[in-house]
């Protein structure tokens, strides 16, 4: 599989351990890009970005459809081993949900949650958006297409984003989301859970106060699944990766990344 990745490699390589970012629904490597790519790669990381299969600029857009949390794992498989060394995993939402599966058969030096699917699954999340957005929801399961949850801008501010964001910042954002798998959603509410009792790798679980997808009691329980107290950041939204106060969430990684790497 022809997968886009992104990688950015420091002036001054301060830490041997790479780490690989894993984007969540309806994104792709570029929600990375700007911010903690970047970043990371001032502080001395080695770090890369994919596109998963469907996503972005890799192959498999005409089958998005279909695409499981499984080939997703399969993905983060192929660039793992792509790379020098064993990394660090991120994923954030959807993507922490194949950090989580993928951590079930695969070693790795650590993995890092960010306001991701709970191993509980995404049941709540659909509740709340029946709630909210009936027709929505619908319009998902008879199109069997993620798309409609975010087809329109409005719906990227509720959802991903603080009341605050600017409408240049959330157009822009808006204009490079795509289409999500529907199997990929199905798997995430209840066919391809996480069962944190098979993951030995160290994880760290960050969430956000503001959450519209997962809420703080969510990521809470999540923690408590791998044994860790959830880090939760105030006033912040579900994509904790574009939010202001990105920083302070980027500098809590590369902090707990350079304990557990002994960098």
């Not at 297409?145 to 959330?170: C, D, H, M, T």
Request: glycine share 6%.
């Amino acid at each position: 599989m022809r997968l886009e990745v992104i990688s950015r490699s420091p002036k001054e390589q301060k830490h041997a351990v790479p780490i690989l970012f894993v984007h969540g629904a309806w994104h792709a490597a570029w929600c990375w890009q700007d911010t903690f790519l970047e970043y990371f790669s001032e502080k001395g990381w080695e770090v890369h970005a994919l596109s998963l299969r469907g996503h972005g600029q890799s192959e498999g857009r005409e089958k998005i459809r279909w695409w499981s949390i499984a080939d997703y794992v399969s993905d983060v498989e192929q660039i793992a081993n792509s790379l020098d060394r064993e990394p660090i995993v991120v994923g954030h939402s959807m993507g922490g949900l194949v950090v989580q599966k993928y951590l079930e058969t695969h070693s790795a030096v650590a993995g890092v949650l960010l306001a991701s699917v709970p191993p509980s699954g995404t049941l709540k999340l659909n509740l709340r958006v029946i709630r909210h957005h009936p027709l929505v929801w619908l319009m998902m399961n008879a199109l069997m297409s993620g798309y409609p949850a975010v087809a329109k801008p409005e719906y990227a501010r509720e959802w991903l984003f603080s009341p605050g964001i600017s409408n240049e910042q959330l157009l822009r954002h808006h204009s490079q989301m795509q289409n999500e798998s529907y199997r990929a959603l199905l798997d995430a509410l209840l066919l391809d859970l996480p069962n944190p009792s098979k993951v030995k790798t160290p994880v760290q679980v960050l969430g956000a106060e503001n959450d519209a997808f997962f809420s703080v009691e969510e990521v809470r329980a999540t923690a408590r699944a791998y044994g860790v107290e959830a880090t939760i950041f105030p006033g912040m939204a579900h994509n904790m990766i574009a939010e202001p106060g990105w920083r302070d969430v980027a500098d809590t990684i590369m902090r707990w990344a350079e304990s557990v790497s002994g960098t």
